[in-house]
């Protein structure tokens, strides 16, 4: 599988908007990115993923970039829950299996 | 909204016992999974499965065993557990490959 690369940590204040990267620059032309967090005891929880456009949903925006090398996750306004370790993951169309790498751990400040 | 359920989410067993973890998902999906995950080493996979009675090895199997008897339930079965099996253990399904999984809450086995 393709590898990802993203920064142990990072800080937030509140309410102010949180761009996290990651770079695949190994990435195959079939492979997704999927983004997820995992809050403090739970299990991981599934963010977004995208393929080449970038996309939205209620919990986050993905952007992609036109080489596919890099993304970056946007929460446009975080908030104390938003403060978790967040996983970049590559998975090919057809594969059943996530490898997930150790993550950014996101603090949130008030 | 998936709902994804395991059997305790707090488990202490001895060395040697035989340990029963058990996943049960109410949404229909083709595909459960079990993963471990430890400080440091991240979450691994150990089973799959994308079928009623088909099971696939992941990274890490040696020790366990999985069951599939039925759609909506998955077991990881520890045939004699060890202290390097004290994990927190992870259930996960998936509507169809390629598709995003949905996690349960964990369950945080002690091996003693």
């Known amino acids: 599988d393709a590898k990802t690369t993203q920064p142990n940590s990072m800080e937030s204040n509140e309410e102010e908007p949180v761009h996290l990267p990651c770079n695949h620059s190994?990435?195959?032309?079939?492979?997704?990115i999927h983004w997820y967090r995992q809050l403090p005891s739970q299990g991981p929880e599934y963010v977004i993923h995208?393929?080449?456009s970038n996309v939205n949903n209620r919990m986050a925006s993905l952007a992609i970039a036109e080489d596919r090398k890099s993304s970056t996750l946007i929460l446009h306004r975080a908030t104390l829950r938003d403060a978790a370790v967040y996983y970049c993951?590559?998975?090919?169309?057809?594969?059943?299996?996530?490898?997930f790498g150790k993550g950014t751990k996101l603090s949130v400040i008030p | 909204d998936v709902k994804v359920t395991q059997s305790s989410r707090y488990l202490v067993k001895r060395t040697g016992e035989k340990v029963f973890l058990e996943c049960v998902q109410d949404?229909?999906?083709?595909?459960m999974f079990w993963y471990r995950q430890d400080p440091g080493l991240g979450l691994r996979l150990i089973y799959f499965?994308?079928?009623?009675?088909?099971?696939e090895k992941g990274d890490i199997p040696e020790g366990y065993s999985v069951s599939r008897e039925k759609k909506e339930r998955f077991s990881l079965i520890l045939e004699s557990a060890s202290t390097n099996q004290t994990s927190m253990y992870l259930c996960?399904?998936?509507?169809?490959?390629?598709?995003?999984?949905?996690f349960g809450p964990g369950t945080r086995l002690t091996v003693t």
């Open positions: 993951i590559l998975s090919g169309a057809g594969s059943y299996q996530l490898t």
């Open positions: 949404m229909d999906h083709e595909n």
């Open positions: 995208g393929l080449t």
């Open positions: 190994t990435i195959s032309g079939t492979d997704y």
């Open positions: 499965s994308y079928d009623v009675k088909m099971k």
């Open positions: 996960a399904t998936q509507p169809g490959q390629g598709y995003e999984q949905y």
